[in-house]
């Protein structure tokens, strides 16, 4: 019998639970040492962000020197709840100079015990990317990208250290937890990551998970309680899903 967990906030996830530990071992805190996942741990713990929603996660990324150190990640919505639940949050005001060709986005965040808000500038040419949803949504990603600088300026105790996707480079932006466009069944949840699938696929298959009341976290993972077996074909037109099946039949049951 499975064992439940639960998710609906990391305060109640007890990570001594070994299926809690082996789960996100697997997922979002994968080639982790012991001493890093501990890191990772505490910092969901004091963030109160939850790794099952995948509001925060871990990689591994390089320095100039070729050393791997942990990063650990989260997406916008994760900053913005952290904001939010801070006493002293007093919200944020957002310009981007161009709705159709934006180049820049300024953020600036309040504080009920400041003067002067917190204020984050992104500039295309520094964070832009050449990747489908940079390609299709340059003005979305940009006020991500400022506001993550806003708020991380603006609450340094709760953010210091986190970045989220956006802010990181094209390498260090694409989640390890989840093979792309892998299709993987939790218990009653079905989560279909497009990160990479191609502009005219990914535009069916969000609507197809529109239309399912499907829900997207930052990193483009789209999550449902029913199989979409429309999705799913699509989906396997991916090269890199049909290897990974060919992978999952070949490992003993």
Not at 88 to 93: K, S
Not at 121 to 136: D, F, H, R, S
Not at 167 to 173: C, G, I, L, S, V
Request: overall charge neutral; hydrophobic content about 35%; some cysteine.
């Amino acid at each position: 019998m499975t064992k439940d967990i639960t998710v609906t906030s990391s305060v109640l996830i007890d990570y001594k639970d070994k299926t809690v530990v082996s789960t996100l071992k697997a997922t979002v805190a994968q080639n982790l040492t012991d001493a890093e996942f501990l890191l990772f741990i505490e910092h969901c713990k004091s963030t109160r962000l939850n790794p099952f929603k995948r509001e925060v996660w871990a990689i591994k990324t390089k320095d100039k020197y070729g050393n791997e150190r942990l990063q650990i990640m989260t997406g916008i919505n994760g900053f913005l709840q952290i904001a939010n639940d801070h006493p002293m949050y007093d919200g944020m005001t957002v310009e981007v100079d161009s709705d159709e060709r934006p180049t820049k986005a300024i953020c600036k965040v309040y504080r009920k015990d400041r003067k002067y808000p917190a204020e984050g500038v992104a500039l295309l040419k520094e964070y832009g990317k050449n990747t489908p949803i940079w390609q299709q949504m340059p003005r979305v990603m940009l006020t991500k990208v400022a506001k993550s600088i806003a708020l991380r300026e603006s609450f340094p105790q709760q953010l210091n250290g986190l970045y989220t996707q956006e802010e990181m480079p094209a390498e260090y932006a694409e989640p390890i937890a989840v093979p792309v466009s892998q299709i993987v069944e939790v218990e009653t949840e079905y989560h279909y990551d497009l990160s990479k699938l191609e502009p005219e696929k990914h535009t069916i298959a969000i609507e197809l998970l529109d239309a399912a009341e499907a829900t997207m976290n930052e990193l483009n993972i789209w999550t449902t309680t029913k199989p979409i077996k429309k999705l799913q074909r699509a989906l396997m037109t991916s090269e890199e899903v049909v290897k990974m099946q060919s992978a999952l039949k070949s490992m003993p049951s």
